[in-house]
């Protein structure tokens, strides 16, 4: 059973940077698309970044240019670096895999919260 456990999260200023890790096990990792979900208060959860079995990246537009996704196989386990950080990306960030899609496996979440 594949299981994800993310990890980093906290409080930061606005402008500020954080990293999440999300530590997967029980799979073959690097057949795994892998993505970073989000959910603010009040909000459904959406769509921040994903990165392809290759490295391929792709990025939800608020978060181009200030959010980079990595992924080391060797280690099962995908980064969320984050910086200049926002009032606005206040909310749990989930980790999330898959092989066709990254929504098969998801972690239980790490809060980040950005005081203005």
């Known amino acids: 059973q594949v299981q994800l456990v993310e990890s980093g999260g906290g409080l930061v200023q606005a402008g500020g940077s954080l990293r999440l890790s999300c530590a997967a096990s029980?799979?073959?990792?690097?057949?795994?698309?892998m993505a970073w979900f989000r959910q603010a208060p009040g909000k459904e959860r959406e769509f921040v970044a994903a990165i392809s079995r290759s490295g391929t990246t792709h990025y939800e537009d608020s978060v181009k240019g200030r959010f980079a996704i990595s992924r080391d196989n060797a280690k099962n386990t995908i980064y969320l670096q984050m910086n200049s950080l926002k009032s606005d990306d206040t909310a749990v960030y989930y980790c999330?895999?898959?092989?066709?899609?990254?929504?098969?496996?998801w972690g239980q979440g790490t809060q980040v919260t950005v005081s203005s």
């Open positions: 029980g799979g073959t990792f690097n057949t795994y698309i």
């Open positions: 999330a895999g898959g092989t066709t899609a990254p929504n098969d496996y």
